[in-house]
């Protein structure tokens, strides 16, 4: 499911080369079947929200929306554990559990 790759892409923090891609990206949302004609409109609406103004701008918003409070965290374990120590311990048990089924993540991931 392709369309998944191209949710990913406009959750990701916003950079330069999302404009290149965007004619792209969009051709992808129109042709998903995955989902309904409602939710491809909102992804294309997404979308030329972030292409349309200024980077800066649109990096600022991803982080007011995302990195300003729980609620709508894009980690895991924010919602879980908070910044309690049990989180770092719960990110460091995931990452054995991948590492043993042969994933290896980089720093970002």
Avoid: T, W
Wanted: hydrophobic content about 40%.
């Amino acid at each position: 499911m392709r369309i998944l790759k191209v949710i990913s892409r406009l959750l990701d923090y916003p950079v330069a080369d999302i404009r290149s891609f965007r004619a792209d990206l969009a051709m992808e949302i129109s042709r998903a079947r995955e989902i309904s004609p409602e939710m491809r409109g909102e992804l294309l609406q997404v979308l030329e929200r972030l292409c349309a103004g200024e980077l800066m701008d649109a990096q600022e918003n991803y982080g007011i929306l995302f990195d300003q409070g729980r609620s709508l965290s894009l980690h895991l374990f924010e919602h879980v554990h908070g910044e309690s120590r049990d989180r770092g311990q719960a990110m460091g048990d995931l990452m054995n559990i991948y590492q043993q089924n042969g994933f290896e993540l980089d720093a970002l991931e």
